[in-house]
Structures are given as C-alpha cells and as structure tokens.
C-alpha cells in the first residue's frame, strides 16, 4: 500500500511539473522492482537477503546514466554541500560547471565512482549470500552487509581527500569573479 501511495505521488508532481524528472522515474522503477520482487518469491531464504542488491543494481545504473548528462548525480548531490546557503558560493558552483573541464570531469569521475561502488556492492551481496548454505542466513546477513560499508567508507574518503580540495579550489576562484551582493531587502 505504501509503495501505491508513493507511486501516486510521484505521478502527481510528473504532471504537475509538466515534465519527467529522472530521479521520479527510478523511484518508480524501484517501486516495480519492489512489486515484481514480492511476487516472484522462491521460498529460498538467502532471497530475501539479495532483494537490496536489485535495488542497489538499478540505482548503479541509474547513476551511470546521469554520468553523461548536462547533470551528474554529484553535481546535485554536492551542490548542498559546497555552497552551504553562500548565493555567491550558489552562482560560483554553477559558474564552475559552465567554465571549467576540469570540474565538470571531477563531478562525472565522482558519479561513476558512486555508480561502481553501488554496482559493486550489488554483485558482492549475491556473491556473498548465495555462497553460504541458506541455514546461515543469519550469519550472512551481517557478513553481506559488510562490504557496502567497506565501499562506501573508501568512496567517501576517496572523495574528501581527491575530489573535494580541487573542486574547492575551482569554485573558490569562481566566488573571487562573483560581484558582491546587495543584502535581500535592500535597494540597489
């Protein structure tokens, strides 16, 4: 019933918008996925432990996928991060992109590095549950969770030592063009 509700909304804001929002249809994708997945049940215990590595497998797809586009995953999802709420730090973050390769490639390098990550993660978790007898579900359970946690830790510090200084360093000369800004409220 849940994933109805959330399938309904989803609708909702695509026609609202008028438009497809590809992070719309992946959540819609998954919640076929979800769907299909309680109906094909095989009885097999280690089942219900690889159910997340087809939602893990589509999202690694999905995030190859904006890899190519005008906007990389990354790109969205470490706006938040490097402009803080700065409106100058906003109009130099989006300054960086149309300006400069190397930032563009550093956002498409950090999505696919997220997207192998995720893609590895998924082929691990099958590998692992389905190499163990279906008795020790329990065991496995913790043990194929482990190497997610692993990944993203790698990814992460990956990201804070290689991507984050130079995508910085990109933004941070950006800001220096950016014109100060009248305070909101104030005439200029």
Do not use: H, K
């Amino acid at each position: 019933m849940s994933g109805l509700i959330q399938a309904v909304s989803v609708v909702t804001a695509i026609v609202r918008r008028r438009t497809v929002d590809t992070f719309a249809v992946l959540v819609l994708v998954e919640l076929a996925l979800g769907v299909a997945l309680n109906v094909v049940s095989s009885g097999d215990p280690r089942f219900l432990l690889v159910r997340p590595a087809f939602y893990t497998f589509v999202a690694a797809v999905y995030i190859f996928g904006t890899a190519g586009t005008n906007i990389p995953l990354m790109y969205v999802a470490s706006r938040p991060m490097a402009v803080a709420g700065d409106p100058r730090r906003d109009i130099a973050f989006t300054r960086a992109w149309d300006n400069s390769a190397a930032f563009r490639r550093i956002q498409r390098m950090m999505t696919v590095g997220l997207g192998v990550v995720l893609l590895a993660e998924a082929v691990l978790r099958v590998v692992i549950v389905f190499r163990s007898a279906a008795t020790d579900v329990i065991v496995t359970s913790s043990s194929s969770q482990l190497p997610v946690i692993v990944l993203f830790v790698l990814f992460v510090i990956g990201f804070r030592v290689l991507a984050v200084p130079r995508v910085s360093a990109i933004v941070d000369a950006e800001q220096a063009a950016v014109p100060e800004l009248a305070p909101a409220g104030t005439a200029s």
